[in-house]
């Protein structure tokens, strides 16, 4: 992240995936984000979304964000880093705080938020996000934005999202190993999902499923919050290695196969279709029916699905869906996935594509993209937050103070300054 300008700067989201390294580069403005670049290369250094190889990682990530660079002409210094992987789990808390002053201030909810993630974790594990789903004002609940309400008791019902403590660290530790500041860690899905989806999916309930190289993530908003997140881990590789398993081709061969030819649902696939299957250790290619190519999906993408609906069932949320769900990440773009989707999840479904976003939109109008906007945007919210702190009228005050030049004793100028830190460190 480098400044551009008093009011912009530049924001770079880091997916880190089992099959691609992605780097994103968004400039912000205002509530605006211009894509300037983005960097896209293989990687073979995860496994299941989890670090595998630091050095194969390594090399990745300076392949991608030398390619972002060079595509939106800025140095990348700090980025965004995206983390998922099966280690991730989700839990419910509550929290409670007095309203100081009778009206809801930022710094009230700030403490009630600590307050609801004062739950012992494993000593292996850290709190990634507490991701609010509402908040009760004395009797009222259902509130969004309790911030300028009266009142003198503030709760909160949030989610926490807890990961692998040595998971999160391998991640920083690969960006750090390329000379890069890692600004902050963010849930894959949560990115994805703020790069997909529309406030009204929010509100009326949603599913973002986001299917990877070597997971499925999954993230439910109910009434505009969020829910439930979990990992299922299965994704696009278990399709490619079903591929190279039963039609006897290489891995990476089975791969480009499931790219041009691959069908989700057989009946879309005509008869007297048919695709070369190249051979491996020195065999000649041959020709099959695509029919076969599909047959050998299909169950896999089912067996996706329904493990996907079983998820869903066991938070009791199905009903709640009202919007349906929204499939990214690179695996969706599987000819009949949303089809087949909707029959066994049983609710209307669509392709997310990044969207919120202006500048060069064709570089990253693929779902394989959306957790690399999503991570932009979720770093421009944080940017944007943080300004928003700072211009808070105690740091107002603070700053008037420390600049002021009236005649005043050290004494008194102390005693001012440490009034000043008293309030801060209370309100922040």
């Known amino acids: 992240m480098s400044t551009t300008s008093s009011e912009s700067e530049i924001v770079v989201g880091l997916d880190i995936g089992t099959t691609k390294v992605c780097a994103v580069v968004g400039e912000t403005h205002g509530d605006t984000v211009t894509i300037l670049g983005v960097g896209s290369v293989p990687c073979r250094g995860l496994r299941k979304g989890i670090v595998s190889n630091i050095d194969w990682t390594v090399r990745s990530i300076k392949e991608a964000i030398d390619a972002a660079q060079t595509m939106a002409g800025v140095e990348i210094r700090t980025v965004y880093a995206g983390v998922a992987g099966s280690h991730i789990r989700s839990m419910t ?37 507490v991701l609010p789903r509402e908040y009760i004002v004395d009797a009222q609940d259902g509130i969004r934005d309790p911030i300028g309400m009266s009142g003198v008791r503030l709760g909160a019902k949030v989610n926490l999202v807890t990961a692998a403590t040595s998971c999160v660290q391998n991640v920083i530790r690969c960006a750090e190993r390329c000379g890069l500041v890692v600004a902050d860690v963010v ?48 994704g696009g590789n278990n399709i490619t290695s079903d591929i190279a398993a039963g039609l006897r081709t290489p891995m990476a061969e089975a791969d480009r196969l499931k790219r041009n030819s691959g069908c989700a649902l057989g009946r879309m696939v005509g008869d007297e279709e048919e695709v070369e299957v190249p051979g491996v250790g020195g065999h000649a290619p041959r020709r099959t029916a695509r029919r076969v190519l ?6 896999r993408v089912e067996e996706m699905f329904a493990a996907i609906r079983k998820r869903i069932e066991d ?4 009903e709640q869906l009202s919007a349906g769900a929204v499939l990214t990440g690179g695996a969706v773009l599987l000819e009949g996935m949303p089809e087949f989707a909707e029959e066994i999840l049983g609710m209307p479904v669509r392709i997310g594509f990044p969207s919120g976003v202006d500048g060069i939109t064709q570089a990253v109008q693929g779902p394989q993209f959306s957790t690399g906007v999503g991570l932009v945007k979720f770093g421009a919210h944080a940017i944007a937050e943080a300004r928003l702190r700072d211009a808070s009228p105690i740091v107002s005050l603070m700053r008037q ?20 830190w008293a309030w801060l460190k209370a309100a922040f």
């Not at 599909?294 to 169950?299: A, Q």
Request: proline share 3%.
């Open 93 to 129: 808390s509550d929290g409670v705080a007095a309203i100081s002053g009778g009206e809801v201030t930022r710094a009230d909810v700030e403490r009630v938020l600590e307050g609801a993630r004062a739950i012992p974790v494993d000593a292996d594990r850290q709190i990634l996000h």
């Open 187 to 234: 849930l894959e899905p949560l990115a994805s999902a703020e790069a997909v989806l529309s406030e009204d999916e929010k509100e009326i309930g949603v599913a973002v499923i986001d299917i990877g190289g070597g997971t499925t993530d999954l993230l439910l908003y109910v009434d505009g919050g969020i829910a439930h997140t979990s990992v299922i881990p299965v």
């Open 294 to 299: 599909s047959d050998i999906i299909e169950p």
């Open 315 to 318: 938070t009791g949320m199905l």
């Open 401 to 420: 103070k420390v600049s002021s030049h009236v005649a005043i004793s050290d004494v008194e100028a102390a005693k001012e300054h440490s009034k000043l």
